[in-house]
């Protein structure tokens, strides 16, 4: 039986086409978050497993892979007692740990307030379907050391323009604050100790309904009266929508008696962005009931969502307890992050150089020295060039080089001496 020739589960193979509109799409992001004010910075593939595995990951440790310790022996394998004894390094699930990790290597060389791009691979051991891969391109941007809002707004702001500037229309950016989420509860009647456990099943309410999570929350046990409470929350008449992101509005959204100082502080992050972003573009939205399942969130979280998609295009959140976690001392933080293989199907860009994508179809008796002067003197001239033999079925490698980004194409003879006797002819499709 012939061994199989493709890729291993969840992970893909580009061809030139497809990675050529990918690094297009990729060069739009990188240029957006620079031109906000971002760096790009670059981290290990691989951390060491107990970072991976500190309890800062969330439900992704467990799909994080392991890279086996070397040399293990018979005796070390069967010593072991579970399967984490045998790796002591792993692949990154995510980029937001080896960020933590990064900042706390390089502080005294990073400005007061570090404003990071990261845009590379990540690793998780998932179940391949629609949508979900093993390996994918995560784009990040966080900023270190900014307690205030600002941070939330600079984040926010930029992630709008790419947005924009991929051309990606009717996306909405929902926000939302972890602090809010536990204060409405606490209201509702909810113990603290058991805030995340109901959040589970909170953060399902777009998949099952407000009967739904009652129900799965009463099948939970949760006591009576609190889930009454919630119950008659999310079933009450909803109160007038207003066009304006304010306090007034975000109170109204929520039961009585949360946190006033974080609803003003979310109404001041929408009321900047929307003051600076005018009308256009991806829009706001507050959503009560966000709750990001990332336990690392600390305050603000955020996710972006769009009307042909049943699932987001990105999120992020402040998460000031993790790089503390490392460095001993606490650093505010807030990242956000676009999940690449998800937008990138929506975005139709333009190969801005397809008209500098020339090819030389040469007969098999041309000098090879004047086929690299040929394309040498082009190349100076700014063309992408490609030599290609002549084939017996020319049409066929027409259609190649057209379907390679190729705009057109010139034949190459004995007797041609220099670029300006080359006859240039547009290839189909172009």
């Given at each position: 039986m012939a061994s199989t020739v493709n890729p291993p589960r969840g992970m893909r193979d580009f061809l030139p086409a497809d990675k050529a509109h990918r690094e297009r799409v990729l060069g739009v992001i990188r240029g957006s978050y620079r031109a906000h004010g971002f760096d790009e910075i670059e981290t290990p593939v691989m951390e060491d497993s107990s970072r991976l595995h500190s309890g800062l990951g969330g439900d992704n440790e467990k799909l994080a892979f392991a890279v086996m310790k070397r040399g293990l022996t018979a005796d070390k394998l069967q010593a072991a007692s579970e399967a984490l004894d045998l790796a002591d390094l792993g692949l990154r699930f995510d980029l937001t740990v080896p960020l933590?990790?990064?900042?706390?290597?390089?502080?005294?060389?990073?400005?007061?307030v570090f404003r990071a791009i990261q845009i590379a691979p990540v690793w998780r051991a998932e179940r391949p379907q629609k949508g979900r891969y093993r390996q994918f391109v995560q784009c990040d941007i966080d900023i270190m050391g900014e307690p205030g809002a600002s941070a939330e707004i600079e984040l926010i702001t930029a992630t709008a323009a790419t947005l924009d500037a991929l051309g990606i229309e009717g996306c909405t950016i929902r926000i939302n604050d972890r602090r809010l989420l536990t204060s409405a509860l606490t209201a509702l009647g909810f113990p603290s100790k058991e805030h995340e456990s109901v959040l589970i099943t909170v953060d399902k309410l777009d998949k099952l309904g407000a009967d739904g999570v009652v129900a799965e929350l009463r099948e939970r046990a949760f006591p009576d009266a609190p889930v009454a409470a919630l119950a008659e929350f999310l079933t009450r008449p909803q109160p007038e929508t207003t066009p304006e992101f304010t306090a007034d509005a975000i109170r109204a959204a929520l039961p009585a008696g949360v946190n006033e100082a974080v609803i003003a502080e979310i109404a001041t992050i929408g009321h900047a962005v929307e003051a600076g972003r005018g009308t256009s573009g991806a829009l706001i939205e507050f959503d009560p009931w966000l709750v990001r399942g990332m336990g690392y969130y600390t305050g603000a979280i955020f996710e972006v969502a769009h009307p042909s998609l049943g699932y987001s295009l990105g999120g992020g959140g402040r998460y000031d307890g993790m790089i503390g976690r490392f460095l001993g001392s606490e650093v505010p933080a807030v990242g956000f992050s676009l999940g690449f293989e998800r937008l990138v199907d929506l975005v139709e860009l333009d190969d801005a150089d397809s008209d500098d994508q020339v090819a030389l179809v040469y007969d098999a008796d041309v000098d090879a020295a004047t086929l690299v002067?040929?394309?040498?003197?082009?190349?100076?001239?700014?063309?992408?060039?490609r030599l290609e033999l002549r084939p017996r079925k020319l049409p066929q490698l027409l259609d190649q080089l057209s379907e390679s980004g190729f705009t057109s194409f010139a034949t190459v003879r004995t007797d041609t001496l220099s670029v300006a006797s080359l006859e240039f002819k547009p290839l189909s499709g172009q």
């Open positions: 933590a990790r990064f900042y706390a290597t390089h502080r005294a060389e990073l400005p007061k002067r040929l394309q040498a003197e082009l190349i100076r001239d700014g063309k992408r060039v």
